[in-house]
């Protein structure tokens, strides 16, 4: 299984971003999938989810800015980033199978106030 995350950078407060996972050896749409993010010092925490059955969820902190979304046929995951914050500032990974599944090496996104 390897997951390959992309989409990270150096981006303003306000800006948006849009993460992308391609997945190989695996088929996301039949697996629960999740974007988390680890900041410096920091656990690492979930920042969107998508349960087997195709329900969301959403950390407090990003309802209403950021979206999951996965495109199938691609088997790419895909995480849109809205009203980005300093806070935000973190390494994302892109996760397969929960904790205890398969994990991206990380994309880091920065964004400056």
């Known amino acids: 299984v390897q997951l390959v995350e992309s989409g990270g950078g150096l981006v303003q407060a306000g800006g948006s971003l849009r993460l992308s996972c391609a997945a190989s050896?695996?088929?996301?749409?039949?697996?629960?999938v999740g974007w988390y993010r680890q900041a410096p010092g920091k656990q690492r925490e979930l920042v969107a989810g998508?349960?087997?059955?195709?329900?969301?969820d959403y950390a407090d902190s990003v309802k209403g800015r950021f979206s999951i979304s996965r495109d199938n046929a691609k088997n790419t995951l895909y995480l849109q980033m809205t009203s980005l914050q300093p806070e935000d500032t973190a390494v994302y990974y892109c996760?397969?199978?929960?904790?205890?599944?398969?994990w991206g090496q990380g994309t880091q996104v920065t964004v400056s106030s």
């Open positions: 050896g695996t088929t996301l749409s039949i697996n629960v």
């Open positions: 996760n397969t199978g929960g904790w205890s599944g398969y």
């Open positions: 998508i349960r087997k059955g195709g329900s969301t």
